[in-house]
């Protein structure tokens, strides 16, 4: 009778360990489960700590149109504004004894573009087009920065052209 006992009392404990086993792992699977965040909790959270995303694009067009006007009142210094004639425009200033090589004052495309063509043609500057040239300094030079010294050359053309038409 007692082993009896024992053996059913061994079979009871290890049944209830599998029961416990599988009762943990289960526990595990709904806590796992009932801690993530729904699609929505996830974007109020971005909100929250990004803020909003049409007060952010509010802003960020507010500084692109600051920028914008500051980038057009640097146009007027300019001395040559090279075109591609309806997409590209950059503005180009050279003062050697301010700085080594030409620097891109301004520069824009289609509407931005535009603009400076206007500014330029109210102030007098030269408009050259080099459809290349310009593609090229848009993309390759940053407003307020030197041209890269690849383009040396084909800007001192424009330079020299832009010089020998005003002393004329």
Same mark, same amino acid.
């Given at each position: 009778?007692?082993?009896v006992?024992?053996?059913l009392?061994?079979?009871?404990c ?21 801690i ?7 974007k ?29 009142s640097? /146009? !007027?210094?300019?001395? *040559? +504004? ?6 590209? #425009?950059?503005?180009?200033?050279y003062?050697? &004894?301010k /700085? !080594?090589?030409?620097? *891109? +004052? ?6 931005? #573009? ?6 330029? &043609?109210?102030?007098?500057?030269p408009? *050259? ?6 593609r ?6 940053e407003?307020d920065?030197?041209i ?21």
């Open positions: 009778m007692g082993s006992i024992l053996e009392f061994a079979t009871i290890v049944i209830l360990i599998i029961i416990g086993i599988i009762d943990k792992k289960y526990q595990d699977y709904e806590y796992n489960k009932s993530k965040m729904s699609k929505q909790e996830v109020e959270e971005m909100k929250n700590i990004e803020g909003d995303p049409k007060i952010k694009g509010r802003i960020r067009s507010f500084q692109m149109k600051i920028l914008q006007q500051r980038m057009l640097k /146009v !007027p210094t300019a001395d *040559v +504004v090279v075109v591609n004639p309806t997409h590209y #425009a950059v503005a180009l200033m003062d050697p &004894k /700085v !080594p090589a030409p620097v *891109v +004052v301004a520069k824009g495309v289609d509407f931005v #573009a535009f603009k400076i063509r206007e500014v330029a &043609k109210n102030n007098n500057i408009i *050259v087009e080099n459809k290349p040239l310009a090229s300094l848009y993309k390759l030079v407003i920065n030197i890269p010294q690849e383009l040396y050359v084909a800007v001192a053309e424009i330079l020299q052209y832009v010089y020998t038409q005003k002393d004329k």
